[in-house]
């Protein structure tokens, strides 16, 4: 019988090259073929599994004006021995309450620490009174460099799909840049600041926010969406991007938000457009559009101005999978940060520098809560939704729905409305609007109510209930 040496061995099992009984290697019977899984397989599965949670979530859901609960299932993945749990936003980042199934089929109360929904990313926390009580235990993860991914590479899915048990899906990389046009989950903005791992493991619903995994059980990537008429086309939040979000969501002091910086300008790829505008190949970003009245239009950046660098350091967007990086970089700037801008104008034979002061970026939509005295759901307004809806700046808050036979729909306030003042007296948030429904409570009376509604201005009486 021919020895094989130790090493040798080892490396015919990594591979997954190992012989059954009464075969010899290389024999060709059909009989003879291995069909176990392979030693990594196995051996990433084990590592990963018992970090592996489901998540069932009750939230709130607005229709007609008022808050119904709504039950959701996903995943996640439990990242140290404090109990932190990594999963997206879409799953978990609107959750009122929150219960996580350890491996050892536990039950445990967890509770919300912040999300970001720009990158579709939450983190929540075991309940570690309820899990010391309890005696019970957990394993975390390791998180990976998805800088270090390659295309072609294996990598594994784990989650819990549909809301079964832990369930493992294998495939491979098939692309480590995946790019998608400012898309949005839920209503809100996602992708934005980063680009996707593209996989064909299989990702399916229940599947989102449970661990992308390499062959060494480390964390590559959050599974987020699938594609189901791509045949099993699956995204994950590259883990170095979540790495950055974990951070800002851990310290306390950032109230479970990450605050990032704008200066309004829609940017475009230059392919096809160097010989138009007369520049060199992989230099620079197209300004596609300049919002009104944001910090780009008051420094005076215009529409088909080409950014050549950003505080001295040269940008290069030739390819849509190229802008996501440059977004990042302005949105990491400290919100107030002046920001010097290298401009190249149509025209003009020398660049230019423009500086300009960033501002908070805000999303289309915000958080839906509920004026329960006058039977209305509301959100705070913010320039993004005057923006995309064309409406003149303005101060107030948007109505989104109102209940039936509730003092708001007796005074016929409807969704899409803009509260402008209320009694008189201006409201420019939620928590102006609360303040005056509390007080009305206590003392129930007409009052008026200042609305903009399309492009017009109307006046309502809000009355009591008979």
Known sequence: MKL???????????????????????????????????????????????????????????????????????????????????????????????????????????????????????????????????????????????????????????????????????????????????????????????????????????????????????????????????????????????????????????????????????????????????????KGVLVASVENDSPAAIAGIKAEDIVLAIDGVPVNVRFPEQLAPVRRMISDYPIGSDLTLTVQRPGKPEPMTVKIKTEKLESVITEEQAISAWGLSVRDLTRAYLRDNRIPYTHGVLVTGSRPGSPAQAAEIDRDDIILKVDGKPVTSVEDLQAAAEAWSKNPRPIGIDIRRGRGQIFQVLKPRD
């Open 4 to 282: 094989i040496p130790a090493p040798a061995k080892l490396a015919l099992v990594l591979s997954g090259i190992v012989t059954l009984a009464g075969c010899s290697l290389g024999h060709e019977d059909p009989k003879c073929i291995d069909v176990r899984p392979s030693y990594p397989v196995r051996y990433a599965t084990d590592r990963i599994s018992p970090a592996v949670v489901r998540l069932d979530i009750v939230s709130e859901n607005f229709q007609q004006g008022q808050a119904r609960s709504e039950r959701s299932i996903g995943s996640g993945v439990i990242i140290d021995d404090q109990g932190h749990v990594l999963t997206n936003f879409h799953v978990a980042g609107r959750a009122k309450r929150i219960d996580i199934t350890l491996s050892s089929l536990e039950h445990v109360r967890a509770n919300l620490l912040g999300s970001d929904h720009w990158t579709d990313l939450a983190l929540v926390q075991l309940d570690m009174d309820e899990v010391h009580r309890r005696h019970l235990t957990f394993s975390h993860a390791d998180l990976g460099d998805s800088s270090k991914v390659m295309l072609a590479q294996p990598v594994m899915a784990v989650g819990t799909p549909y809301g079964l048990s832990r369930t493992v899906t294998a495939g491979i990389v098939s692309n480590t840049d995946r790019t998608f046009d400012e898309s949005d989950i839920d209503g809100y903005e996602t992708g934005w600041f980063n680009n996707w791992i593209q996989t064909d493991a299989a990702i399916n619903p229940g599947n989102s926010g449970g661990p992308l995994v390499d062959l060494r059980g480390d964390v590559v990537g959050i599974n987020t969406r699938g594609m189901t008429t791509g045949n099993n086309l699956g995204f994950a939040i590259p883990i170095d991007v979540a790495k950055d979000v974990i951070r800002v969501l851990m310290n306390p002091a950032n109230h479970g938000k990450v605050a990032r910086s704008y200066i309004g300008v829609q940017l475009q790829p230059l392919q096809d457009f160097e010989k138009f505008y007369d520049i060199a190949i992989d």
